[in-house]
Every structure is written in C-alpha cells, then in structure tokens.
C-alpha cells in the first residue's frame, strides 16, 4: 500500500507557472508507474505525465514541452513543473501510484488559470 498527499496547487494566471507535489508513505523506487492525472469538470481523467516502471516518461501531447515530471527517490517525492499554463489546464490534478495491479490517488489538488 502507498498514500499519496498532493500540495502546490492554486490559483494563477495564463503564462506563469506552478509546481505540484506528491509525497508517498513508502519507496517510490520500485513503483510500477507513478505520475500525474488531471479531472477537469465535466470530463473525464486524463494522463498528465507519468514515470514507468523502466524509468521512462508519458506526457499527454497538450502539456508537451511545459510541463515536466521529476522524481526525489530520496524524499519518496514526485513533482510536476508547469509552465505557460494556460485556462484549459485548469483540473483537479492527481498523484497516481501503481504496485502490480493496484492503482492509488492522492486527494487531488485544485490548479485554476484565469485568462
């Protein structure tokens, strides 16, 4: 089991910038995949960026090049840069954690973009 606690989301304008952080009760070393998930109203999750269990990256091709997904193995900590965000980034972001087949999400953190 893992749990996940998200924190830095808020409120900016288009063109700046946030950091997410999700910090896990355990190793994320060994993890399956862990990353990030976004839920805008009214439609459904989505991925965001991920890291996969072989160290690679996913990025949704929206966030290309703004966004960027990082990992402290050392503080069991994942992070989420975005730049140049823009309105339709605002969501309900999620850590996401994978062990075998089970998936866990944190509480979800609120990133809102005025135009």
């Known amino acids: 089991q893992v749990q996940l606690v998200e924190s830095g989301g808020g409120l900016v304008q288009a063109g700046g910038s946030l950091r997410l952080s999700c910090a896990a009760s355990?190793?994320?070393?060994?993890?399956?995949?862990m990353g990030w998930y976004r839920q805008a109203p009214g439609k459904q999750r989505e991925l965001v960026a991920a890291?996969?269990?072989?160290?690679?990256?996913n990025y949704a091709d929206s966030v290309k090049g703004r966004f960027t997904i990082s990992r402290d193995n050392a503080k069991n900590t994942v992070y989420l840069q975005m730049n140049s965000l823009k309105p339709e980034d605002t969501a309900v972001y999620y850590c996401?954690?994978?062990?075998?087949?089970?998936?866990?999400w944190g509480q979800g953190t609120q990133v809102t973009v005025s135009s």
């Open positions: 355990r190793s994320i070393f060994s993890l399956n995949a």
């Open positions: 890291f996969t269990a072989v160290g690679s990256t």
């Open positions: 996401h954690a994978q062990i075998s087949f089970t998936h866990y």
